[in-house]
Each structure stands twice: as structure tokens, then as C-alpha cells.
């Protein structure tokens, strides 16, 4: 059955999309284009197609001859490998796995969209007209077109998560993050003093918590 499912998954998926030119996208994606990926199914099976990842709408993406779509029945799925890189389901939504030893760290990449909304009076726009043309513009499915309409500014960021002995923990800044090691206090904020650890630097991120891990 499960052989079935991953097959009915991939069905409007064709080989002659994988020697198609790669196709620049915005912002609200992560990878720059689309490029050819694996997903591999939890049943075993590997399907390829041109993927990306739309932050905008938090859903793992294929191209289908210049198409784009959300990948059906993600809760099928085992991991999606894209340039390198895994995702995994998490919640719902793909997350990546950005380090693994005895703790593992997660980046859930997600997008904020400016609307431009519509002029009002004195030079200003409408907040309400803008709130209206954003669900809309969701609505409609254009979060999945490779270029945004004119006015719309993309704020691509992340959330992540630590799974520390079993216990998945989101953090939003650094502090966050030390908080998850109450028991270590003192040897992190030894570590702080010489170690400037932001939260936008990712390889920092990584480099903390292996220090944690050996202390």
C-alpha cells in the first residue's frame, strides 16, 4: 500500500523535467533555483525531481514542467536531500537538520511578506486593503510563482530547534538558547565572554553547542 501512496505521489512528475534549465527564484524560496533533489519515502522508495523550498507558505515544492506544486502526502515522506542538504517533517512542516552528535539542531525556515496594500489619502496606504491583497495573494496560490508581484518585499528568517535528550526546544535569540543548558551556566558564560555567538550566524550556533556537548 505504502508502494502505492509514493507512487501516486510522483505521478505528474516526468524525467524530461530533471534536464530542464535551472529557473532563478525569489526570496521567498531558499535555494537561489530550483535544482534536482531526492525524496525518499519511508517505504523505502527514492523519487527525484527540481525541488525548493517556499518559506512563504512552509511547504517543500517540485517544479512539474515549469509548474509549480507542493509536495503531496508529506507525512509519507522519510527525508527530502536537496544540494547536500535534509529535511525532515517536523510539526507539520519541513525542517532542516543543520548539525547532528549528541544533540541535534533544526532550522525551520519561515518568511514574512510586506504588502504594499493600497493608497490612501495623504500619500499613505491602507492597512486593511493590505491585509486583504496579502490573503488574497495566498489564496490565489501566486506564493508558489518564482517572482513575486511588484510591491511585495520578502523577510526570509528562521526558528530553531534543539532536540536535547529526547525534548525539542524552539529558541528565537541566543539567550533562548542558553537557557536550554541551565545546568552549564558557568561554563557558557565563560564561553560567551570569548566567543561572540549571534543568532543570524548559523556556523556560531553550531559552534556553542558543541562546545556544550564537551563540556
Same mark, same amino acid.
Given at each position: 500500500?505504502?508502494?502505492?501512496?509514493?507512487?501516486?505521489?510522483?505521478?505528474?512528475?516526468?524525467?524530461?523535467?530533471?534536464?530542464?534549465?535551472?529557473v532563478?527564484? !525569489?526570496?521567498?524560496?531558499?535555494?537561489?533555483?530550483?535544482t534536482?533533489g531526492?525524496?525518499?519515502?519511508?517505504?523505502?522508495?527514492?523519487?527525484?525531481?527540481?525541488?525548493n523550498?517556499?518559506?512563504?507558505?512552509?511547504?517543500?515544492?517540485?517544479?512539474?514542467?515549469?509548474?509549480?506544486?507542493?509536495?503531496?502526502?508529506?507525512?509519507?515522506?522519510?527525508?527530502?536531500?536537496?544540494k547536500?542538504r535534509r529535511?525532515?517533517l517536523?510539526?507539520?512542516?519541513?525542517?532542516?537538520?543543520v548539525?547532528?552528535?549528541?544533540?541535534?539542531?533544526?532550522?525551520?525556515?519561515k518568511?514574512?511578506?510586506?504588502?504594499?496594500?493600497?493608497?490612501?489619502?495623504?500619500?499613505?496606504?491602507?492597512?486593511?486593503?493590505?491585509?486583504?491583497?496579502?490573503?488574497?495573494?495566498?489564496?490565489s496560490?501566486? !506564493?508558489?510563482?518564482?517572482?513575486l508581484?511588484?510591491?511585495?518585499?520578502?523577510?526570509p528568517?528562521?526558528?530553531?530547534?534543539?532536540?536535547?535528550?529526547?525534548?525539542l526546544?524552539?529558541?528565537?535569540?541566543?539567550r533562548?538558547?542558553?537557557?536550554?543548558f541551565?545546568d552549564?551556566?558557568? !561554563?557558557?558564560?565563560?564561553?560567551?565572554?570569548?566567543?561572540?555567538?549571534?543568532?543570524?550566524?548559523?556556523?556560531?550556533?553550531?559552534g556553542?553547542?558543541?562546545?556544550?556537548?564537551?563540556?
Amino acid at each position: 500500500m505504502k508502494q502505492l501512496l509514493s507512487v501516486i505521489l510522483f505521478t505528474i512528475i516526468t524525467y524530461s523535467g530533471y534536464t530542464q534549465q535551472e529557473v532563478q527564484v !525569489a526570496s521567498h524560496y531558499i535555494f537561489p533555483e530550483f535544482t534536482k533533489g531526492t525524496v525518499l519515502m519511508k517505504s523505502g522508495t527514492k523519487n527525484e525531481s527540481l525541488l525548493n523550498y517556499n518559506s512563504l507558505t512552509e511547504e517543500m515544492v517540485f517544479d512539474n514542467k515549469g509548474t509549480m506544486l507542493a509536495l503531496g502526502q508529506p507525512e509519507l515522506v522519510d527525508t527530502v536531500f536537496v544540494k547536500g542538504r535534509r529535511f525532515f517533517l517536523m510539526n507539520g512542516k519541513f525542517v532542516e537538520l543543520v548539525y547532528k552528535s549528541k544533540y541535534a539542531l533544526y532550522a525551520e525556515h519561515k518568511c514574512n511578506i510586506k504588502d504594499p496594500g493600497k493608497p490612501s489619502g495623504y500619500g499613505g496606504t491602507s492597512q486593511t486593503s493590505a491585509t486583504t491583497s496579502y490573503s488574497s495573494f495566498l489564496s490565489s496560490g501566486r !506564493a508558489y510563482d518564482l517572482k513575486l508581484p511588484a510591491g511585495y518585499e520578502t523577510e526570509p528568517y528562521i526558528v530553531y530547534w534543539l532536540n536535547k535528550d529526547g525534548t525539542l526546544s524552539k529558541f528565537l535569540n541566543v539567550r533562548q538558547l542558553t537557557k536550554i543548558f541551565d545546568d552549564k551556566s558557568t !561554563a557558557i558564560k565563560e564561553y560567551l565572554k570569548k566567543n561572540d555567538v549571534k543568532f543570524n550566524n548559523q556556523e556560531s550556533l553550531i559552534g556553542f553547542i558543541k562546545f556544550v556537548e564537551a563540556n
